[in-house]
């Protein structure tokens, strides 16, 4: 158990919904990163925050935004979804730099 | 785009055999990791090296850092079923304001028969 929690473990939505994906990172941790993990394209980096600020940004698209909350837990909304979107989505936590411990992630279906 | 390319990207062995999976950018890291993920699971720290050169054991596994820091490589000595699994390599680069952004390898997919 890395100490991450993500929820739901599964979100089966239609094509055209909005969808918000929770994650808690580890006691002490000050930093969450989203991932997309899908077969063709790996893991694939979207966005980091630290302390409550984005910090970098990767390959995520606008219909993507996050954000993390005073209490550190982040949420990562997904809207307008297209079929290409169903993917595991993982948050990762750590105290800024260094080591990521990764949650078990949400798996995404979209029908 | 700095890429990581992994290889091989899959990998298919018999138990007792050795196997090495590689790791290669063509930028300098200041930090590489090595992950092992289960299907349905997230990802599992497995190592960190930091240092040119540097060689790490954890039991059957020995992970070696490129002297230059631009490589690194996994090799497992004789592989049992329980080693199966995807393992994935993920570096930050150095300069820049990476701030600690990981970059994944494509990931190699072992799988060790009985």
């Known amino acids: 158990d890395s100490g991450v929690t993500q929820t739901p473990k599964h979100l089966i939505t239609a094509t055209g919904q909005r969808v918000t994906l929770r994650c808690s990172p580890r006691s002490g941790d000050l930093s969450v990163y989203w991932y997309q993990q899908s077969l063709d394209q790996g893991l694939q980096f979207l966005i980091q925050y630290y302390n409550g600020e984005e910090r970098a940004k990767g390959n995520i698209l606008e219909r993507f935004s996050a954000q993390q909350f005073p209490d550190l837990h982040s949420e990562l909304n997904l809207s307008s979804l297209e079929l290409g979107d169903s993917a595991l989505y993982f948050c990762a936590s750590n105290r800024g730099a260094g080591e990521q411990y990764f949650g078990p992630g949400t798996r995404l279906t979209v029908t | 785009t700095q890429l990581l390319e992994q290889s091989p990207q899959f990998l298919s062995i018999q138990e007792g055999e050795n196997l090495t999976v590689y790791c290669n950018s063509s930028?300098?890291?200041?930090?590489l990791q090595w992950y092992r993920q289960e299907p349905g699971e997230g990802p599992v720290l497995l190592v960190t090296?930091?240092?040119?050169?540097e060689v790490k054991k954890l039991k059957r596994l020995t992970f070696q850092f490129g002297d230059a820091r631009k490589d690194s490589s996994l090799h497992i000595t004789a592989a049992q079923p329980g080693d199966t699994g995807l393992y994935l390599c993920?570096?930050?680069?150095?300069?820049?304001?990476?701030?600690?952004?990981?970059?994944f390898g494509q990931g190699t997919i072992l799988t060790v028969h009985p």
């Open positions: 090296v930091v240092t040119g050169g």
């Open positions: 993920a570096g930050v680069y150095a300069g820049g304001t990476s701030y600690g952004k990981l970059t």
């Open positions: 930028s300098v890291f200041s930090s």
